[in-house]
């Protein structure tokens, strides 16, 4: 938008001398370069907020040169940490400070329960290959089945799956089982920066570790809930060896064998 024509007539009007870009360590730094050109006979300061724990810029992964503004060693030394979160239940919170920030974030929340976040063993639940994506038809019924158990006891939930065609599979599930489906059901992309207060996970995966190997997305995935996150997958895939040392695998290890219910319990209605 900012290298945009059509913008030209509101900035004569109004100058710009200061720039915010939110979510910067998604922007590679070559994109600053119509900005800067273009209001170079005014601008006096940019200013960049984002975080280079989660998403990089798109396309990092196919072309390993592109770097957002954080990946610049002299100018992260004098980035200002944000040191307090006050999203995430402090089970989930203490997790993420000590496993991916050095133990540097603090958290600021009334919710100290363990009880915050659970994993559902979705045994039998098996990967599979769908176009380019992956689906796992066993996790999207115990998430449909969640969703019927939250939208029952009126606590507003979204869903998040690593993969497309799961997201899709997941829609169809809530339409057909008349349940509220519009506005529930993301892409880990497409949800970072924003929030939920009940998050149900969905990870898709069974059998090879595919996009649990990617500890920015995971942190996306795992940073998004205000009051609790269930997480469906499989208790012998987390506790395999290729999975255990990842960032998800560290979490289900962290919080032990309470923190699992069994796939009946939900069937069964039973939560607690």
Known sequence: MLSSPFITPYTRIAPVHTIIFDEASQ????????????????????????????????????????????EFDHLLEKAIFLDTQYRLPCVVGDFISENVYQGQLTSFHDITDRKAC????????????????WVNCGEAGIVCRLARLYQDQNKP?????????????????????????????????????????????????????????????????????KKSMIICTSRAFMASPQVSGTLIGRLAASLGPDAWKERRNVLNGDLS
Not at 168 to 190: M, P, R, Y
Not at 208 to 223: A, E, K, P, S, Y
Request: with cysteine; aromatic share 10%.
């Open 157 to 225: 939930y979204r869903i998040i799956t690593p993969y497309d065609a799961q997201r899709t599979t997941i829609e169809i599930g809530l339409k057909q089982a008349d349940l509220h489906w519009e506005n529930k059901v993301f892409n880990v992309d497409s949800f970072q920066g924003n929030e939920g207060d009940h998050i149900i996970v969905s990870l898709v995966r069974s059998q090879n570790i595919g996009f649990l190997q990617n500890d920015r997305r995971i942190n996306v995935m795992l940073t998004r809930c």
């Open 27 to 70: 922007i590679e730094v070559g994109d600053y370069i119509p900005a800067i050109r273009h209001f170079s006979s005014t601008l006096r300061k940019m200013v960049f907020i984002g975080d280079n724990k989660q998403l990089a810029p798109y396309g990092q992964e196919e072309v390993g040169g592109l770097q957002s503004i954080f």
């Open 118 to 133: 659970r994993f559902i063993d979705v045994e039998g639940g098996n990967e599979a290959k769908q176009g380019h994506s």
